[in-house]
Protein backbone atom coordinates (compact mmCIF):
# COMPACT_ATOMS: atom_id res chain seq x y z
CA UNK A 1 0.00 0.00 0.00
CA UNK A 2 1.41 3.24 -0.86
CA UNK A 3 1.00 6.28 1.58
CA UNK A 4 0.33 9.72 0.94
CA UNK A 5 3.07 11.61 -1.27
CA UNK A 6 3.57 15.47 -1.76
CA UNK A 7 5.67 17.11 -4.21
CA UNK A 8 8.51 19.27 -4.14
CA UNK A 9 9.79 18.70 -0.93
CA UNK A 10 10.99 22.07 -0.71
CA UNK A 11 10.50 25.59 -2.88
CA UNK A 12 11.24 28.84 -2.61
CA UNK A 13 9.28 31.50 -4.68
CA UNK A 14 9.13 35.20 -4.64
CA UNK A 15 6.52 37.56 -3.50
CA UNK A 16 3.73 37.95 -5.87
CA UNK A 17 4.31 34.72 -7.58
CA UNK A 18 2.24 31.61 -8.10
CA UNK A 19 2.74 28.13 -6.89
CA UNK A 20 1.46 24.91 -7.63
CA UNK A 21 1.89 21.93 -4.93
CA UNK A 22 0.99 18.67 -5.79
CA UNK A 23 -0.54 15.94 -3.46
CA UNK A 24 -0.83 11.72 -4.31
CA UNK A 25 -4.08 10.13 -1.90
CA UNK A 26 -3.59 7.01 -0.09
CA UNK A 27 -4.54 3.72 -2.33
CA UNK A 28 -8.45 3.57 -1.49
CA UNK A 29 -8.50 6.86 -0.27
CA UNK A 30 -10.89 9.47 -2.94
CA UNK A 31 -10.51 12.87 -0.19
CA UNK A 32 -7.77 15.28 0.04
CA UNK A 33 -7.59 17.66 2.67
CA UNK A 34 -4.88 20.36 2.81
CA UNK A 35 -3.25 21.99 5.60
CA UNK A 36 -1.26 25.06 6.64
CA UNK A 37 1.52 24.76 9.06
CA UNK A 38 3.40 27.92 10.12
CA UNK A 39 6.66 27.29 12.39
CA UNK A 40 5.80 26.54 15.97
CA UNK A 41 1.79 26.12 15.00
CA UNK A 42 -0.80 23.29 14.58
CA UNK A 43 -1.48 22.63 10.92
CA UNK A 44 -4.74 25.03 10.11
CA UNK A 45 -7.51 23.31 7.61
CA UNK A 46 -7.56 25.51 3.93
CA UNK A 47 -10.11 23.17 2.16
CA UNK A 48 -10.80 19.53 1.48
CA UNK A 49 -11.70 17.56 -2.01
CA UNK A 50 -14.14 14.88 -2.58
CA UNK A 51 -14.45 12.89 -5.91
CA UNK A 52 -13.09 16.25 -7.15
CA UNK A 53 -15.62 18.80 -5.55
CA UNK A 54 -14.63 20.65 -3.57
CA UNK A 55 -16.25 19.48 0.60
CA UNK A 56 -15.79 22.37 2.77
CA UNK A 57 -13.06 25.59 3.20
CA UNK A 58 -11.03 27.09 6.32
CA UNK A 59 -10.39 30.95 6.37
CA UNK A 60 -7.87 31.39 3.75
CA UNK A 61 -9.02 33.68 0.38
CA UNK A 62 -9.65 33.12 -2.61
CA UNK A 63 -6.09 33.19 -3.82
CA UNK A 64 -5.64 29.80 -2.22
CA UNK A 65 -7.16 27.15 -4.48
CA UNK A 66 -7.41 23.80 -5.76
CA UNK A 67 -8.32 20.62 -7.69
CA UNK A 68 -8.91 16.97 -7.14
CA UNK A 69 -8.37 15.02 -10.48
CA UNK A 70 -9.93 11.35 -11.49
CA UNK A 71 -7.28 9.43 -9.82
CA UNK A 72 -7.73 11.36 -6.45
CA UNK A 73 -4.64 13.53 -6.60
CA UNK A 74 -4.85 17.04 -5.82
CA UNK A 75 -3.23 20.55 -6.20
CA UNK A 76 -2.91 23.56 -3.84
CA UNK A 77 -2.04 26.70 -6.06
CA UNK A 78 -1.55 29.95 -4.34
CA UNK A 79 -1.43 33.15 -6.26
CA UNK A 80 -0.18 36.39 -5.32
CA UNK A 81 1.99 35.00 -2.99
CA UNK A 82 2.84 36.69 0.40
CA UNK A 83 5.22 36.50 2.82
CA UNK A 84 3.07 34.77 5.37
CA UNK A 85 2.52 32.22 3.21
CA UNK A 86 5.93 30.61 4.06
CA UNK A 87 4.72 27.39 5.85
CA UNK A 88 5.08 23.72 5.71
CA UNK A 89 1.60 22.66 3.48
CA UNK A 90 0.43 19.20 4.47
CA UNK A 91 -1.98 16.66 2.16
CA UNK A 92 -4.19 14.53 4.13
CA UNK A 93 -6.18 11.54 2.39
CA UNK A 94 -8.87 10.21 3.99
CA UNK A 95 -11.52 7.03 2.85
CA UNK A 96 -14.72 9.45 3.00
CA UNK A 97 -15.81 13.12 4.14
CA UNK A 98 -14.95 13.73 7.92
CA UNK A 99 -19.39 13.15 8.37
CA UNK A 100 -19.09 10.87 10.72
CA UNK A 101 -16.32 11.95 12.46
CA UNK A 102 -14.42 8.74 12.91
CA UNK A 103 -12.64 8.35 9.95
CA UNK A 104 -8.73 8.90 9.99
CA UNK A 105 -6.94 11.62 8.19
CA UNK A 106 -3.37 10.24 6.75
CA UNK A 107 -0.86 12.81 6.10
CA UNK A 108 2.31 13.24 3.62
CA UNK A 109 5.18 14.44 4.56
CA UNK A 110 4.49 18.43 3.36
CA UNK A 111 5.92 20.62 1.20
CA UNK A 112 7.84 23.62 2.34
CA UNK A 113 7.24 26.65 1.04
CA UNK A 114 9.09 30.02 1.53
CA UNK A 115 8.58 33.14 0.09
CA UNK A 116 11.21 35.97 -0.01
CA UNK B 1 -16.41 27.14 17.68
CA UNK B 2 -14.18 24.08 18.16
CA UNK B 3 -10.77 23.99 19.73
CA UNK B 4 -8.11 22.13 21.35
CA UNK B 5 -5.65 23.41 24.26
CA UNK B 6 -2.25 21.63 24.80
CA UNK B 7 0.00 22.27 27.72
CA UNK B 8 2.73 24.58 27.00
CA UNK B 9 5.91 23.46 25.69
CA UNK B 10 8.72 22.57 25.69
CA UNK B 11 8.37 19.32 28.00
CA UNK B 12 12.15 17.83 29.09
CA UNK B 13 12.07 14.51 30.16
CA UNK B 14 14.77 11.73 31.22
CA UNK B 15 15.06 8.53 29.73
CA UNK B 16 12.49 6.03 31.43
CA UNK B 17 10.60 8.97 32.99
CA UNK B 18 6.67 9.21 33.17
CA UNK B 19 5.21 11.50 30.23
CA UNK B 20 2.32 13.33 30.59
CA UNK B 21 0.90 15.94 28.07
CA UNK B 22 -2.71 17.33 28.74
CA UNK B 23 -5.22 17.97 25.90
CA UNK B 24 -8.43 19.78 26.64
CA UNK B 25 -11.20 20.35 23.76
CA UNK B 26 -14.41 22.46 23.47
CA UNK B 27 -16.83 21.25 20.94
CA UNK B 28 -20.24 20.36 20.40
CA UNK B 29 -21.32 17.22 20.51
CA UNK B 30 -19.31 14.25 19.91
CA UNK B 31 -15.90 14.80 18.43
CA UNK B 32 -13.37 11.89 17.17
CA UNK B 33 -10.03 12.93 19.35
CA UNK B 34 -6.48 12.66 18.24
CA UNK B 35 -3.17 12.61 18.95
CA UNK B 36 -0.52 12.93 15.83
CA UNK B 37 3.15 13.07 16.84
CA UNK B 38 5.71 14.69 13.97
CA UNK B 39 9.36 13.97 14.09
CA UNK B 40 11.88 16.74 12.64
CA UNK B 41 11.31 17.09 9.29
CA UNK B 42 8.89 15.50 8.24
CA UNK B 43 4.72 15.33 8.23
CA UNK B 44 2.08 14.33 10.85
CA UNK B 45 2.07 10.39 11.75
CA UNK B 46 -1.46 9.00 13.59
CA UNK B 47 0.14 8.30 16.85
CA UNK B 48 -3.84 6.81 18.64
CA UNK B 49 -7.22 7.86 18.21
CA UNK B 50 -10.68 7.54 20.33
CA UNK B 51 -14.27 7.75 18.69
CA UNK B 52 -16.20 8.11 21.72
CA UNK B 53 -16.37 8.62 25.33
CA UNK B 54 -14.61 6.30 27.89
CA UNK B 55 -12.61 4.69 24.68
CA UNK B 56 -8.91 4.39 25.25
CA UNK B 57 -6.60 4.85 21.73
CA UNK B 58 -3.41 3.46 22.39
CA UNK B 59 -0.19 2.39 20.52
CA UNK B 60 3.72 1.93 20.66
CA UNK B 61 3.33 2.66 25.13
CA UNK B 62 1.58 5.70 24.15
CA UNK B 63 -2.49 5.84 25.90
CA UNK B 64 -5.09 8.59 25.83
CA UNK B 65 -8.44 8.15 27.50
CA UNK B 66 -11.69 10.28 26.03
CA UNK B 67 -13.07 11.97 29.29
CA UNK B 68 -16.65 13.92 28.34
CA UNK B 69 -16.97 14.94 31.71
CA UNK B 70 -14.17 17.02 31.60
CA UNK B 71 -13.05 17.42 27.89
CA UNK B 72 -9.79 16.23 28.11
CA UNK B 73 -7.75 13.44 26.07
CA UNK B 74 -4.44 13.67 27.39
CA UNK B 75 -1.62 11.73 26.49
CA UNK B 76 0.53 9.09 28.83
CA UNK B 77 3.42 7.22 28.51
CA UNK B 78 4.86 5.03 30.98
CA UNK B 79 8.47 5.16 30.16
CA UNK B 80 10.05 7.81 27.38
CA UNK B 81 12.59 6.92 25.63
CA UNK B 82 14.91 9.34 23.46
CA UNK B 83 13.19 8.14 20.39
CA UNK B 84 9.95 9.73 21.46
CA UNK B 85 11.43 12.67 20.77
CA UNK B 86 8.87 14.88 18.33
CA UNK B 87 6.37 17.45 18.18
CA UNK B 88 2.99 16.18 19.44
CA UNK B 89 -0.32 17.41 18.62
CA UNK B 90 -3.67 16.67 19.76
CA UNK B 91 -6.65 17.21 17.33
CA UNK B 92 -10.47 16.41 17.09
CA UNK B 93 -12.83 16.24 14.47
CA UNK B 94 -16.33 17.19 14.78
CA UNK B 95 -19.21 15.19 13.42
CA UNK B 96 -20.43 17.11 10.17
CA UNK B 97 -17.85 19.09 9.38
CA UNK B 98 -14.60 18.13 7.46
CA UNK B 99 -11.59 18.94 8.95
CA UNK B 100 -9.16 18.39 11.93
CA UNK B 101 -9.18 21.00 14.47
CA UNK B 102 -5.37 20.33 15.76
CA UNK B 103 -4.12 21.90 19.23
CA UNK B 104 -0.77 24.16 18.98
CA UNK B 105 1.49 21.19 19.49
CA UNK B 106 3.86 20.27 22.58
CA UNK B 107 7.28 19.57 22.07
CA UNK B 108 9.03 16.83 23.69
CA UNK B 109 12.48 16.20 24.16
CA UNK B 110 13.87 13.43 26.00
CA UNK B 111 17.57 13.04 27.32
CA UNK B 112 19.50 9.78 27.76
Known amino acids: ETGVTQSPTHLIKTRGQQVTLRCSSQ?????VSWYQQALGQGPQFIFQ???????GRGNFPPRFSGLQFPNYSSELNVNALELDDSALYLC???????????????FGPGTRLTVL | GNSVTQMEGPVTLSEEAFLTINCTYT??????LFWYVQYPGEGLQLLLK?????DKGSNKGFEATYRKETTSFHLEKGSVQVSDSAVYFC???????????FGQGTRLTINP
Open chain 1, 92 to 106: ASSSDPLSTGTDTQY
Open chain 1, 27 to 31: SGHNT
Open chain 1, 49 to 55: YYREEEN
Open chain 2, 27 to 32: ATGYPS
Open chain 2, 50 to 54: ATKAD
Open chain 2, 91 to 101: ALSARGAQKLV
